[in-house]
């Protein structure tokens, strides 16, 4: 059976309608559409004198519909392009203002509310009624016809009730088709019909369901959650709603869609924040909520694994978007004054959430390193022997992955330095400033890697002094301030120091072999032993084979004994 919301707010969604001409021509498909519905269930009629008489569409009956369920889309299609009617119509609207366009637009509605209520009639007294997802849909339709048409006649308060009780069912059903593996449409294997609720939500439900309560409450961000949840309880107590079955069975399956918990009822929100020596007041109702869940899902999230940093992230990013948009409000105020209290208010909560924001940034970012690391680690060789082509490979590109994750957290370390209040703060900006040292350090770390693992060794000797000296001389490292989670200790830089000291150990005796094979490699002989990273022969020519292993004429020259392991190198060396 075909999902009622994609046959109707999908395919106008996927059509991109816009212009006045885009709707109309929509809306003639559609009524095309009706034409050959109804020829195909015998319900057109010929004759139109005294149509009225002769129509069979108002007289569908429960049990045509039980036989076919067309003769229920054929409403469905009726009060869909009475629908388009009225957004071709709005469309006009927009750019000219016209007292009768308004009142046509109202009556077009209205026709579009008469079908889909005959459908919801229809389905009552049908066996579809037992099918949650279509069943649903037909409702949601309905309550969002039933919506916009009270935003029109600014019955704010049906509004709430009409595009909450979308906005739980729409909820319901998405979390219905994940948990249970059912979607209305059997041949959905990509999820679209899940994507289609959170849009209808995004772009119809929640904006509508903002403006209603704004015009209420005068509350310009409210709790849409808690406030649906309170609509659906209500219409769950009056047993004469229309829409009380739906609400009763998503109570019956999960109640938690329908009524607030406890939890939520009794949460206590956090109103003011602290930053540094600064405290700020919240004044949107939204981000302390937001704060909350943040607390408790911060919990949750495990260094080692970059994936279970997402759903914090979303939440403090939309924490930012939400106080950004409060603050765009207040910006297009003229007679704003810079030193009242809540402008520095929200001054200070910008920065709070952008500081902890980008902080987790850089953990998550960390914690990417550590995976990346944990798989350069496995491409090496734990016997000692030279790692072959394919792993020099693999560990090449992961390298380079590592040094490109660096650059994005030195650029997140560059955006906190910039933050409103970070320059003034001495403490904090000298700690910032050796958190970019120590990052550039690490990345310069996996740089020498690189260089060493294509043997340019002096090269990798250069960076690592370079480094060393930075480390040493930044004096804030023994004065750190407590960063989130403890991202950067003295430790950290003990550790960081250590792994030079050993790598400049490692390269200097790479750099002293290499000098003294270049040496050999220019004699004439050119043997295959006077360059150790050299195993090029001539397998083809046999005799030019044994004249680059050893000296076949009488002259008698010393031959060296190549080095494999480490020890025996530092040995011949020394």
């Known amino acids: 059976m075909e999902s009622p919301l994609e046959l109707t707010f999908g395919a106008r969604s996927a059509l991109f309608l816009q212009s006045v001409d885009d709707f109309h021509s929509y809306r003639v498909r559609v009524n095309r559409r009706i ?10 009629v010929k004759d139109t004198r005294n149509y009225k008489t002769k129509e069979k569409t108002s007289q569908i009956t429960a049990e045509q ?10 409403y469905l299609y009726l009060a869909e392009r009475d629908f ?16 009768p366009k308004e009142t046509f637009i109202i009556s077009k509605l209205k026709k579009t509310l008469k079908y889909s209520n005959r459908l919801i009639a229809l389905l009552i007294e049908s066996k579809y009624k037992e099918d949650i997802f279509f069943s649903f849909e037909i409702y949601i339709y309905n309550s969002l016809i039933n919506g916009i048409f009270a935003v029109k006649r600014k019955n704010w308060k049906l509004a709430v009730k009409f595009f909450s009780f979308a906005r739980c069912t729409l909820q319901f059903l998405e979390n219905y088709q994940l948990n249970n593996k059912k979607s209305i449409n059997s041949k959905d294997t990509t999820g679209s019909i899940n994507h289609l609720y959170k849009e209808i939500i995004d772009t119809i439900v929640d904006p509508n369901l903002k403006l209603s309560i704004f015009q209420i409450s005068n509350v310009s961000s409210p709790d849409l959650n808690k406030t649906s949840k309170k609509s659906c309880s209500l219409i769950l107590d009056d047993k004469s709603s229309s829409f009380n079955p739906v609400i009763s069975k998503i109570y019956k399956i999960d109640q938690t ?43 949750k999230i495990n260094d080692s694994v970059s994936d279970s940093f997402d759903e914090v992230l979303i939440n403090w990013q939309d924490c930012l978007e939400i106080h950004q948009q409060d603050l765009n409000r207040s910006n297009k105020n003229a007679d704003d004054d810079i030193n009242s209290e809540e402008y520095q208010n929200n001054q200070v909560l910008l920065t709070y959430l952008n500081y902890n924001l980008y902080f987790l940034r850089i953990r998550r970012d960390l914690s990417l390193v550590n995976e990346f690391n944990s798989k350069l680690f496995d491409n090496t060789n734990n016997n000692g022997s030279l790692l072959s082509g394919s792993q020099l490979k693999a560990n090449l590109k992961i390298i380079k992955d590592i040094t490109r994750v660096y650059c994005l957290i030195l650029n997140t370390v560059k955006q906190l330095q ?20 120590y ?22 000797l250069v960076i690592l002094n370079k480094s060393i000296q930075i480390l040493n001389s930044l004096k804030a490292k023994d004065k750190l301030i407590e960063f989130p989670a403890n991202i950067l200790t003295k430790i ?20 002293e072999f290499e000098a003294q094979n270049s040496v050999k490699a220019a004699s004439a002989n050119n043997l295959v032993i006077d360059n150790v990273t050299d195993f090029n022969l001539d397998w083809e020519n046999p005799q030019n084979h044994l004249n680059h292993i050893a000296t076949l004429e009488n002259n008698v020259v010393p031959v ?12 011949y060396i020394t």
Do not use: C
Not at 35 to 44: P, T, Y
């Open 35 to 44: 034409a050959k519905l109804k020829k195909s269930l015998n319900l057109a």
């Open 65 to 74: 519909f039980n036989n076919d369920s067309r003769y229920g889309l054929v």
């Open 84 to 99: 388009l009617h009225y957004l071709e119509a709005n469309a006009i609207l927009e750019v000219v203002s016209s007292k």
């Open 257 to 299: 869609f329908v009524m607030s918990s406890a939890d939520e009822e009794n949460e206590n929100l956090t109103v003011d924040v602290t930053w540094r020596d600064y405290t700020a007041h919240i004044y949107n109702e939204e981000i302390p909520r937001l704060l909350n869940h943040i607390n408790k899902n911060s919990s």
């Open 418 to 437: 910039e933050l409103p209040g970070v320059y003034s703060d001495e403490s904090l900006f000298y700690s910032l400033e050796a958190l970019q040292s």
């Open 439 to 460: 990052f550039e350090g690490s990345k310069n770390y996996y740089i020498v890697l690189f260089y060493n693992s294509i043997h340019k060794y002096k090269e990798s």
């Open 492 to 511: 950290n830089f003990e550790d960081l120091l250590k792994k030079y000291n050993e790598l400049v150990l490692k390269i200097s005796i790479a750099v």
């Open 560 to 571: 060296s004994v190549k080095p494999v392991l480490f020890d025996i190198a530092f040995n």
